[in-house]
C-alpha cells in the first residue's frame, strides 16, 4: 500500500508504521542485508492497526474521511463505472450549474441517466465548480435530466457529494427551497427506477434534492444529515470547538443512517477509505447498480412508485 498523501491527525499511527518500513525498505536495499522478518512483523503490525482504526472510527472522523481531497468525486465514477457519458448542459431557463453535472451514459450496455454533485479536486475547479454547493439552477437542471430519463424509460443514478445547497442572497432569491421542494415531489413519482448513492458528505436539502430513490445506499465513510457537525455546534454552543460532539449527537453515519432505517444499504469502501483503491470503490458501486436495475426494471411502474413513496412517508414516524 502507497504511503498516505494526505492524512489525519487519527491517521499518524499509520503513517509513522509505513515510515519505517520504508526505512528498512531502504536500508535493506543500500546494506543487502536480509531484513525479511522485520519487514513482516512490521508489515502485519500496520495491517492491524489498520484493522482496528478503520473499523472503529468515531462520527466526526468518517466526516473527515469523507472530505479527503483524493476522495473519488462524481466525474471520477464516471469515468471508471460507464463505458461512455454525454454531459447535458443546463435548466433552460437562468444557466448551467457548474455543481451538478449530468448526462446520458451507458453500464454495461444499459443506458441511464446520470446526476451528481461535483466538488473539484484543486482550489480553482472548486471555485468553478461552487464547492459542489448547487443554486436552484443546478436542481432544476437535474429535474428536466429526470424527466428526460422518464421520457425515454431509462433509469436514474445519483451520486451525493455537497455540504449544501448554496446559501447565498441570490440563490434564494431564484427560489432554492422551491427548487429542492420541486425535486423531492417529482421524484416521488418519477416513473422509472432511481438509485441513488452518498459518496461524500450527504448535508441537507442540498443531498436531498437529488436523494430520493427506489434504493439509497451509503459508502461506509460518509455521512447524511440535516446539517454539518461545524454548523451544528456553533448554533448550539456558538463555537465550532464542538463539532466532535456535534458528529455523535447527530447520528450521522452509514451505521446510524442503517440503524434508523433511512437508508436501503451501506457499500464496504477499501480498507483506509475509498481514495485509497479509487477503481475497487467504483467496482463495488458499479455491481451494486447493475444488480439493483436487474430487480427494479422487472417491477411495475405503479407498484414501484408506491413502494418509494411509503418508503419514505414511513421515515420519522412514531408507533406509540
Given at each position: 500500500?502507497?504511503?498516505?498523501?494526505?492524512?489525519?491527525?487519527?491517521?499518524?499511527?499509520?503513517?509513522?508504521?509505513?515510515?519505517?518500513?520504508e526505512?528498512?525498505?531502504?536500508?535493506?536495499?543500500?546494506?543487502?542485508?536480509?531484513?525479511s522478518?522485520?519487514?513482516?512483523?512490521?508489515?502485519g503490525?500496520?495491517?492491524?492497526?489498520?484493522?482496528?482504526?478503520?473499523?472503529?472510527?468515531?462520527?466526526?472522523?468518517k466526516?473527515?474521511?469523507?472530505?479527503?481531497?483524493?476522495?473519488?468525486?462524481?466525474?471520477?465514477?464516471?469515468?471508471?463505472?460507464?463505458?461512455?457519458?454525454?454531459?447535458?448542459?443546463?435548466?433552460?431557463?437562468?444557466?448551467?450549474?457548474?455543481?451538478?453535472?449530468?448526462?446520458?451514459?451507458?453500464?454495461n450496455?444499459?443506458?441511464?441517466?446520470?446526476?451528481?454533485?461535483?466538488?473539484?479536486?484543486?482550489?480553482?475547479?472548486?471555485?468553478?465548480r461552487n464547492?459542489?454547493?448547487?443554486?436552484?439552477?443546478?436542481?432544476?437542471?437535474?429535474?428536466?435530466l429526470?424527466?428526460?430519463?422518464e421520457?425515454?424509460?431509462?433509469?436514474?443514478?445519483?451520486?451525493?457529494?455537497?455540504?449544501?445547497?448554496?446559501?447565498?442572497?441570490?440563490?434564494?432569491?431564484?427560489g432554492?427551497?422551491?427548487?429542492?421542494?420541486?425535486?423531492l415531489?417529482?421524484?416521488?413519482?418519477?416513473?422509472?427506477?432511481?438509485?441513488?448513492?452518498?459518496?461524500g458528505?450527504?448535508?441537507?436539502?442540498?443531498?436531498?434534492?437529488?436523494?430520493?430513490g427506489?434504493?439509497?445506499?451509503?459508502?461506509?465513510?460518509?455521512?447524511?444529515?440535516?446539517?454539518?457537525?461545524?454548523?451544528?455546534?456553533?448554533i448550539l454552543w456558538?463555537?465550532?470547538d464542538?463539532?466532535?460532539r456535534?458528529?455523535?449527537?447527530?447520528?450521522?453515519?452509514?451505521?446510524?443512517?442503517?440503524?434508523?432505517?433511512?437508508?436501503?444499504?451501506?457499500?464496504?469502501?477499501?480498507?483506509?477509505?475509498?481514495?485509497?483503491?479509487?477503481?475497487?470503490?467504483?467496482?463495488?458501486?458499479?455491481?451494486?447498480?447493475?444488480?439493483?436495475?436487474?430487480?427494479?426494471?422487472?417491477?411495475?411502474?405503479?407498484?414501484?412508485?408506491?413502494?418509494r413513496?411509503?418508503?419514505?412517508?414511513a421515515?420519522?414516524?412514531?408507533?406509540?
Amino acid at each position: 500500500m502507497e504511503q498516505i498523501k494526505t492524512s489525519f491527525d487519527f491517521e499518524k499511527p499509520i503513517v509513522e508504521l509505513e515510515q519505517q518500513i520504508e526505512k528498512v525498505k531502504q536500508v535493506a536495499e543500500k546494506t543487502k542485508v536480509d531484513m525479511s522478518a522485520t519487514l513482516t512483523e512490521l508489515e502485519g503490525k500496520l495491517d492491524a492497526t489498520q484493522q482496528t482504526l478503520y473499523n472503529n472510527l468515531t462520527g466526526w472522523q468518517k466526516v473527515q474521511m469523507s472530505r479527503h481531497a483524493e476522495r473519488p468525486q462524481t466525474l471520477d465514477y464516471i469515468s471508471m463505472i460507464c463505458d461512455d457519458f454525454i454531459e447535458m448542459h443546463g435548466d433552460r431557463t437562468v444557466k448551467d450549474d457548474k455543481a451538478i453535472i449530468g448526462g446520458f451514459a451507458t453500464i454495461n450496455g444499459e443506458t441511464v441517466m446520470v446526476i451528481g454533485h461535483q466538488k473539484g479536486k484543486n482550489t480553482k475547479e472548486r471555485q468553478y465548480r461552487n464547492f459542489g454547493m448547487a443554486n436552484p439552477e443546478g436542481y432544476r437542471k437535474a429535474l428536466r435530466l429526470m424527466r428526460l430519463a422518464e421520457k425515454f424509460n431509462k433509469p436514474v443514478i445519483s451520486f451525493i457529494d455537497t455540504m449544501g445547497a448554496y446559501p447565498g442572497l441570490e440563490a434564494e432569491e431564484r427560489g432554492q427551497g422551491e427548487a429542492i421542494a420541486r425535486n423531492l415531489l417529482e421524484m416521488s413519482v418519477l416513473k422509472v427506477p432511481i438509485i441513488c448513492f452518498v459518496v461524500g458528505e450527504g448535508a441537507s436539502g442540498g443531498a436531498l434534492g437529488i436523494g430520493i430513490g427506489d434504493k439509497v445506499y451509503m459508502l461506509e465513510h460518509t455521512w447524511y444529515s440535516v446539517i454539518s457537525p461545524e454548523s451544528c455546534s456553533s448554533i448550539l454552543w456558538r463555537s465550532w470547538d464542538y463539532k466532535e460532539r456535534a458528529a455523535e449527537c447527530l447520528k450521522l453515519t452509514s451505521d446510524d443512517m442503517f440503524k434508523n432505517k433511512l437508508i436501503d444499504g451501506i457499500i464496504k469502501e477499501p480498507l483506509g477509505g475509498a481514495h485509497q483503491n479509487p477503481e475497487l470503490m467504483a467496482q463495488t458501486v458499479k455491481a451494486q447498480i447493475i444488480a439493483d436495475l436487474k430487480v427494479l426494471k422487472k417491477e411495475k411502474t405503479e407498484k414501484m412508485i408506491a413502494a418509494r413513496i411509503e418508503k419514505f412517508c414511513a421515515m420519522g414516524v412514531v408507533n406509540e
